[in-house]
């Protein structure tokens, strides 16, 4: 198991008492065909200490060869409150974490894997917990999983971000079309930062930080699935520019209402000879539909393309004005609905409101 960071917490705790594979994709809970990895005792595991590529082993059993295309993470009942929990950033203890019906038969994961006769396959599980994590009003928060399978072989994009920076919240993410496929908080001391199993591509980094102009390297090349690019060193790390900090802020309203879905809201950048790419998002909360994306640049964000010299010298972009931004709202079943030249470069803005239909 391993992790993406967290929006706003100091721990994500979840405890995992097995994990299912079955051959067939449509296989219900009461099927025939699964094959359970028990533990033996059950694991609580706080997910925000899996970034970098670092792995938490779950367990292991012994499958017959064939391709598994069904596989479910079955968490503890929360009955007593502390098995799923979270720690809201400066708080000091856990609270518990409202838990879906589905930690009972297991949360179903994207994707299959094969197991050839005889062979050794390992199955790498990424827990969102940034998407999983949902504020649901009176100081609540529900799990509403966010959980895919990776490649277990290692690779991605490394670097190093200066150690000046590590105070104030960094985070790293591979993105491709604005999306983010991957995403992580350096080491606390070294500013050192691995963004692992990534599919061979081509992806666009960005890195943000508090009181900091966001950074953005376009059009990073990931190989193969064995290799790994390097964009900075400990002898010459990441640097960010210095920027004042806004917010955006609104409500997300469902027609059709929904008791189960999430809406998330993004605020993406579009450089005018570069991609467009994600700053921050904030899932809305389930009860009030209420949202706010804090701590957003008002500085133009920096950019440079790939290339293999070094170091990477950073500009300030073209063609974006300070502070603005074009807000985005989504939600599972739901249209994408989106608001251009969002401006924080005066105010706060706090009515950035969206209604979202099928």
């Not at 609270?95 to 994207?110: D, M, Y």
């Not at 509403?144 to 960094?170: D, F």
């Amino acid at each position: 198991m391993t992790d993406a960071p967290a929006c706003g917490f100091d721990a994500v705790n979840v405890t995992v008492t097995k994990i299912r594979v079955n051959k067939s994709a449509t296989a219900s809970d009461t099927d025939g065909g699964w094959t359970d990895i028990t533990l033996a005792a059950p694991k609580k595991v706080n997910l925000l200490n899996l970034t970098n590529g670092v792995l938490e082993t779950l367990g292991q059993t012994s499958l017959e060869g064939g391709q598994y295309n069904q596989l479910r993470l079955v968490l503890d009942a929360n009955a007593g409150g502390t098995a799923n929990t979270v720690v809201v950033s400066g708080a000091k203890t856990e609270q518990a974490l409202e838990t879906p019906s589905a930690v009972q038969s297991g949360i179903k994961l994207v994707g299959g894997f094969t197991v050839e006769a005889g062979q050794r396959a390992d199955v790498v599980i990424d827990f969102d917990a940034c998407k999983s994590v949902v504020a649901r009003g009176k100081g609540a928060y529900a799990l509403k999983p966010v959980v895919k399978m990776l490649p277990s072989a290692i690779n991605g994009i490394s670097g190093v971000v200066s150690p000046a920076l590590l105070a104030n919240n960094v985070t790293v993410s591979a993105q491709q079309n604005g999306s983010i496929v991957s995403a992580t908080t350096p080491n606390a001391s070294t500013g050192e930062f691995f963004l692992a199993r990534l599919a061979p591509g081509s992806y666009d980094v960005v890195i943000t930080a508090d009181n900091s102009a966001a950074a953005v390297i376009g059009a990073v090349p990931v190989a193969s699935a064995t290799s790994t690019t390097s964009l900075s060193t400990t002898a010459a790390p990441l640097l960010l520019t210095a920027s004042t900090m806004g917010s955006i802020g609104g409500t997300v309203t469902l027609a059709p209402p929904s008791s189960t879905e999430a809406a998330y809201v993004a605020a993406r950048q579009s450089f005018s000879a570069g991609p467009t790419v994600t700053i921050k998002y904030q899932a809305a909360d389930l009860a009030s539909g209420a949202y706010t994306i804090a701590k957003l640049p008002v500085a133009a964000p920096q950019y440079v393309a790939y290339s293999a010299a070094r170091p990477l010298t950073f500009a300030a972009a073209a063609g974006i004005g300070a502070g603005v931004y074009r807000v985005e709202a989504s939600a599972a079943g739901y249209a994408v609905k989106g608001v251009d030249g969002v401006s924080i470069a005066a105010q706060n803005q706090t009515a950035v409101n969206f209604t979202l239909a099928p």
